[in-house]
């Protein structure tokens, strides 16, 4: 078990790095499209925030169905981010504890 434990930590925690950056591009991207810094028709632009929509927004709907309205001010990707963070020092913790 302890020699399976060490990669399968170590890809978790990888993907959890990643998925924290998607989570972050996407809040960027949603901020430059609203301002209209970056044109959503362009076909890139799209594509690219169509991937970050689906792969972050499952996770996101059930943060903001537990939190109270708060207006236009969304803390769904704060609160995901923190949660990522957290379970983050946890994987790392249980490799430094069992090896």
Same mark, same amino acid.
């Given at each position: 078990m302890d020699v399976l434990l060490g990669? /399968?930590? !170590?890809?978790?925690?990888?993907?959890?790095d990643l998925y924290i950056w998607i989570v972050v591009i996407g809040v960027i991207l949603s901020g430059l499209v609203a301002f209209n810094v970056i #044109?959503?028709? #362009? %076909?890139?632009?799209?594509?690219v925030g169509e991937f970050i929509h689906r792969a972050t927004d499952p996770p996101l709907? !059930?943060? %903001?169905n537990i939190l109270p309205? +708060?207006? #236009?001010?969304d803390?769904?990707?704060?609160?995901?981010? @923190?949660? @990522? /963070?957290?379970?983050?020092d946890v994987l790392i913790k249980m +490799? +430094? !504890?069992?090896?």
């Amino acid at each position: 078990m302890d020699v399976l434990l060490g990669p /399968v930590a !170590k890809l978790l925690i990888t993907v959890i790095d990643l998925y924290i950056w998607i989570v972050v591009i996407g809040v960027i991207l949603s901020g430059l499209v609203a301002f209209n810094v970056i #044109n959503s028709s #362009n %076909r890139f632009v799209y594509i690219v925030g169509e991937f970050i929509h689906r792969a972050t927004d499952p996770p996101l709907q !059930k943060i %903001r169905n537990i939190l109270p309205a +708060m207006g #236009n001010f969304d803390l769904s990707p704060i609160i995901l981010i @923190l949660g @990522l /963070v957290l379970l983050h020092d946890v994987l790392i913790k249980m +490799m +430094m !504890k069992f090896g």
